[in-house]
Nanobody, 124 residues
Framework: VQLVESGGGLVQAGGSLTLSCICS????????MGWFRQAPGKEREFVAA????????EYEGSTRGRFTISRDNTKRSLFLQMKDLKPDDTAKYYC??????????????????WGQGTQVTVSS
């Protein structure tokens, strides 16, 4: 199973971007999915997560209200709509899948499939 992110880029503060993550396998619909990010010199951190059917969603505090996670199981795709971007949102963003299910969506160790990441840079 492979995950490939896209949609990153350079944007001014206050702007918007939508990240996409496509899964190579039709088993995508079985996986709880998450977005994580890693800024230079910092540890990778949780951003958002979504359940298999897209009903349950969770967000890291600073992104709640600005970011929206969604998925389209028919297209094996995960999305992260980001608005009102801030310089602190600058990071490499990764999508992740869990084949075994998750009890704590923010726990990176519970996700076993990762994409290569896409860079988001927000200028002030």
């Amino acid at each position: 199973v492979q995950l490939v992110e896209s949609g990153g880029g350079l944007v001014q503060a206050g702007g918007s971007l939508t990240l996409s993550c496509i899964c190579s396998e039709d088993t995508f619909s079985r996986y709880p999915m998450g977005w994580f990010r890693q800024a230079p010199g910092k540890e990778r951190e949780f951003v958002a997560a979504i359940s298999t059917l897209g009903v349950d969603k969770e967000y890291e505090g600073s992104t709640r209200g600005r970011f929206t996670i969604s998925r389209d199981n028919t297209k094996r795709s995960l999305f992260l709509q980001m608005k009102d971007l801030k310089p602190d949102d600058t990071a490499k963003y990764y999508c992740a899948a869990s084949e075994r299910g998750v009890s704590n969506v923010a726990d990176q160790s519970q996700y076993n499939i990762w994409g290569q990441g896409t860079q988001v840079t927000v200028s002030s």
